[in-house]
């Protein structure tokens, strides 16, 4: 199709010419493509913004306003694997702690004293956390370990890693026997080729090795040697982005904070080689946060589209071709979760993912032996 940032011979886009005419609901249209470019400058240093009047410097002020408050593009898709016992549930803890801002005192004071609280392993299909952190916004999906969980695993993390990279913590005890080791790390990285093969990049894996503070430091120099060498055999067509210990339970050591530059890093890095994203995604994202019921955890298409045209702001415009394709990038960063249907009317919005991802997988799958966590 044609390029939406073409300029003209005064070196107008598209965009200018709504903006400066007031069409409104062109310059909607136009913010709506995911290649569109808000900075380009005329002949005469303007950006389209600066030319617009009325009703469509409204428009302006509100999506500019609406990308800071609510930046869908800033997540990145985190999943934590590997088998029970490993500490999943305990890193994914951890990981929220740290990703909230504290004063260097705090810090000093809890790296010598504080230790990690106790955890309870969560025994439900797949637990989605949003982390918004000034550090790095993530999505975190915490894998059940146990093994009745394994054949619905593929399938929901196929639908979150389609189209972009996630990046995958491999969580591994090397207490284990070492031929234990390596069988559970083949299994994991063999899981995680599975459900990255459609994704045009590679996703970035980080092999973390747990409970190294209760092996001696000739027992640990070994079992960290065997997981460098099976981790480079494993994952080779993912990008092996390194391989760690932590100590689980000293959130605030040094040793956390090295694997908490490391991650934010490699959130950058995915973030920084993904496409970019429709303004109107920061728009839908406000629109569902602000102006739906916080008890709502899903609706169908038709839904939304009676929401929309019901609403008072005119947040969005109510027209299925352009909101289809939202839907789907936000589904894809992690936010929500849009199951299509053939009638596209009644496909699925689902605005709570642990409704989907914890209750109803957790009670498909779940052995009756286990606790009951959903």
């Given at each position: 199709g044609a390029n939406v940032n073409t300029t003209s011979d005064d070196g107008d886009t598209a965009l200018h010419v709504a903006a400066r005419e007031d069409k409104a609901s062109c310059v909607r249209a136009l913010l709506s493509h995911p290649g569109i470019d808000i900075n380009i400058k005329n002949n005469i240093e303007h950006t389209a913004m600066m030319d617009a009047k009325y009703t469509s410097l409204g428009v302006f002020q509100q999506v500019e306003k609406t990308c800071s408050e609510y930046p869908a593009d800033s997540y990145g898709k985190v999943v934590l694997c590997g088998n029970s016992g490993a500490g999943k549930s305990t890193l994914t803890q951890a990981i929220i702690n740290i990703s909230k801002p504290i004063t260097k005192t705090t810090r000093f004071v809890k790296r010598v004293f504080g230790l990690q609280d106790e955890v309870e392993p969560l025994t439900a299909g797949i637990i989605p956390h949003q982390v918004d952190s000034p550090y790095s916004n993530m999505v975190i999906y915490d894998l059940a370990g146990h093994h009745h969980y394994y054949s619905s695993h593929s399938a929901c993390l196929e639908a979150i890693s389609?189209?972009?990279?996630?990046?995958?913590?491999?969580?591994?005890?090397?207490?284990?026997?070492?031929?234990?080791?390596?069988k559970e790390v083949f299994y994991w990285s063999t899981m995680i080729d599975g459900v990255c093969h459609k994704c045009p990049?590679?996703?970035?894996?980080?092999?973390v090795g747990t409970h190294a503070d209760l092996l001696t430091p000739e027992q640990l120099t070994k079992k960290i040697t065997l997981l460098e060498s099976v981790a480079r055999e494993a994952i080779s067509h993912q990008k092996l982005v390194n391989v760690i210990t932590v100590n689980l339970r000293k959130i605030y050591s040094r040793e956390m904070d090295q694997f908490s530059e490391l991650l934010y890093q490699t959130i950058k890095d995915v973030l920084s080689m993904s496409p970019p994203i429709s303004m109107m995604c920061h728009m839908m994202l406000r629109f569902f946060k602000e102006k739906l019921p916080p008890d709502m955890d899903a609706m169908t298409l038709s839904d939304l589209l009676a929401h929309l045209k019901a609403d008072q702001d005119k947040l969005i415009d109510p027209d299925i071709s352009s909101i289809v394709p939202i839907l789907k990038t936000l589904s894809e960063k992690g936010l929500i979760l849009f199951i299509p249907s053939e009638d596209p009317l009644n496909s699925w919005i689902v605005l709570h993912k642990e409704s989907i991802l914890k209750k109803v997988n957790g009670a498909l799958f779940a052995d009756p032996s286990l606790k009951e966590y959903i």
């Amino acid at each position: 199709g044609a390029n939406v940032n073409t300029t003209s011979d005064d070196g107008d886009t598209a965009l200018h010419v709504a903006a400066r005419e007031d069409k409104a609901s062109c310059v909607r249209a136009l913010l709506s493509h995911p290649g569109i470019d808000i900075n380009i400058k005329n002949n005469i240093e303007h950006t389209a913004m600066m030319d617009a009047k009325y009703t469509s410097l409204g428009v302006f002020q509100q999506v500019e306003k609406t990308c800071s408050e609510y930046p869908a593009d800033s997540y990145g898709k985190v999943v934590l694997c590997g088998n029970s016992g490993a500490g999943k549930s305990t890193l994914t803890q951890a990981i929220i702690n740290i990703s909230k801002p504290i004063t260097k005192t705090t810090r000093f004071v809890k790296r010598v004293f504080g230790l990690q609280d106790e955890v309870e392993p969560l025994t439900a299909g797949i637990i989605p956390h949003q982390v918004d952190s000034p550090y790095s916004n993530m999505v975190i999906y915490d894998l059940a370990g146990h093994h009745h969980y394994y054949s619905s695993h593929s399938a929901c993390l196929e639908a979150i890693s389609l189209d972009s990279p996630a990046i995958f913590l491999l969580l591994q005890d090397v207490r284990k026997d070492p031929d234990v080791i390596t069988k559970e790390v083949f299994y994991w990285s063999t899981m995680i080729d599975g459900v990255c093969h459609k994704c045009p990049q590679k996703s970035s894996v980080i092999v973390v090795g747990t409970h190294a503070d209760l092996l001696t430091p000739e027992q640990l120099t070994k079992k960290i040697t065997l997981l460098e060498s099976v981790a480079r055999e494993a994952i080779s067509h993912q990008k092996l982005v390194n391989v760690i210990t932590v100590n689980l339970r000293k959130i605030y050591s040094r040793e956390m904070d090295q694997f908490s530059e490391l991650l934010y890093q490699t959130i950058k890095d995915v973030l920084s080689m993904s496409p970019p994203i429709s303004m109107m995604c920061h728009m839908m994202l406000r629109f569902f946060k602000e102006k739906l019921p916080p008890d709502m955890d899903a609706m169908t298409l038709s839904d939304l589209l009676a929401h929309l045209k019901a609403d008072q702001d005119k947040l969005i415009d109510p027209d299925i071709s352009s909101i289809v394709p939202i839907l789907k990038t936000l589904s894809e960063k992690g936010l929500i979760l849009f199951i299509p249907s053939e009638d596209p009317l009644n496909s699925w919005i689902v605005l709570h993912k642990e409704s989907i991802l914890k209750k109803v997988n957790g009670a498909l799958f779940a052995d009756p032996s286990l606790k009951e966590y959903i």
